[in-house]
């Protein structure tokens, strides 16, 4: 079934927060319809907000990369990781403390705007460590980092994203940093500030002055998991770093509200759908035969998926999916689900 029986998705919603990178745009460039889909929320009088882990970029920054892209933003609508460090940080240590950051320029500027005092070595004595993706982040910063924690540093990071998408295909993310310094001190950060957390989509619901909020987010593990312990509705679109595969494995806490390939199911009913969804609805239907999905049947692609939501979520393990027939077959392949029998 599509996402609400003939009605667009986003009329249900006065309040849309999407995730940046995999969502409106990869790395530099808009995804396609992105900047086409934010142009239309905006003339409908709809309110939008920015909610991204990326610790690398300012607020205002994000909001003139977006304007540059052809998506007119704000800093204020922009909600950052390294902010909400920052901001976090001020709240917790005296004004001036010495705080080492692991990470970009654009953390340290977040830092100094909040009154604390952004160093590099652990010899400066800092109160606490704050670590967020940098490209440039190597072994001379974690081993400073490691050093400060151990000596009674808070470490705090901005985000544990494991990737983050590029042309190229998935990259190490922060949580990939964060987990070289987790093996070499044995333990977890002591706090974790972006998503999954659920306080960038909380801070940006309480924007929407009571509008029902949907999360459009590219990540199960961050984006979907977050929107879930926000308490809010999500839709997962297939242009970033989650895919069918990734879906279908979900644990409960992951799963999102609705699927569509692109921005372009906000609008058009037949191009998102709610999961999880009949097994047997849309021409479709789903059989278990020991142990093993068979998709048989033939019409729109995306009920077949909400169908193999519904019976692969059902299953205590992650099952072998197979298609019956040359409709299932092109179906499982347009999501890039392997086909053999």
């Given at each position: 079934m599509s996402a609400d029986a003939g009605n667009r998705l986003i009329d249900g919603y006065g309040l849309v927060v999407f995730d940046l990178d995999g969502v409106i745009y990869l790395i530099d460039r808009p995804i396609p319809g992105a900047v086409d889909a934010v142009a239309r929320l905006h003339a409908e009088g709809r309110t939008v907000a920015y909610a991204t882990n990326n610790a690398s970029?300012?607020?205002?920054?994000?909001?003139?990369?977006?304007?540059?892209?052809?998506?007119?933003?704000?800093?204020?609508?922009?909600?950052?990781?390294?902010?909400?460090?920052?901001?976090?940080?001020?709240?917790?240590?005296?004004?001036g403390a010495s705080v080492l950051v692991v990470g970009a320029e654009a953390l340290r500027a977040e830092l100094r705007a909040v009154g604390l005092n952004p160093v590099s070595r652990a010899d400066e004595n800092p109160a606490a460590v704050v670590q967020g993706y940098g490209p440039q982040v190597g072994w001379a910063e974690l081993a400073e980092a490691s050093v400060a924690v151990r000596a009674g540093a808070i470490w705090v990071a901005t985000n544990t994203d494991r990737t983050l998408p590029s042309a190229r295909g998935p990259l190490p993310g922060n949580g990939s940093l964060v987990a070289v310094l987790r093996t070499a001190l044995e333990r977890d950060p002591d706090l974790v500030v972006g998503k999954p957390e659920s306080a960038l989509f909380e801070t940006a619901a309480r924007r929407g002055d009571g509008a029902r909020a949907l999360v459009v987010g590219d990540?199960?593990?961050?984006?979907?998991?977050?929107a879930r312990r926000a308490g809010l509705d999500s839709l997962l679109v297939l242009t970033g770093v989650s895919g069918v595969a990734e879906l279908l494995a979900?644990?409960?806490?992951?799963?999102?509200?609705?699927?569509?390939?692109?921005?372009?199911?906000?609008?058009?009913?037949?191009?998102?759908?709610?999961?999880?969804?009949?097994?047997?609805?849309?021409?479709?239907?789903?059989?278990d035969r020991d142990g093993t999905l068979e998709l048989a049947g033939d019409g729109r692609a995306l009920d077949a998926l909400a169908a193999l939501c519904a019976a692969a979520w059902a299953t205590p393990t992650v099952p072998t999916i197979r298609p019956?027939?040359?409709?299932?077959?092109?179906?499982?392949?347009?999501f890039g689900l392997a086909t053999d029998a």
């Open positions: 970029r300012r607020s205002s920054d994000v909001a003139d990369l977006l304007t540059g892209m052809g998506v007119p933003a704000r800093p204020e609508e922009v909600l950052t990781s390294a902010a909400a460090a920052a901001e976090l940080l001020r709240d917790r240590l005296p004004k990540r199960l593990d961050t984006d979907i998991e977050g979900a644990e409960p806490r992951r799963r999102p509200t609705y699927v569509a390939r692109d921005l372009a199911g906000l609008f058009d009913p037949e191009a998102a759908v709610r999961v999880p969804g009949p097994t047997d609805a849309g021409g479709w239907s789903v059989t019956a027939g040359p409709g299932a077959t092109a179906a499982l392949k347009s």
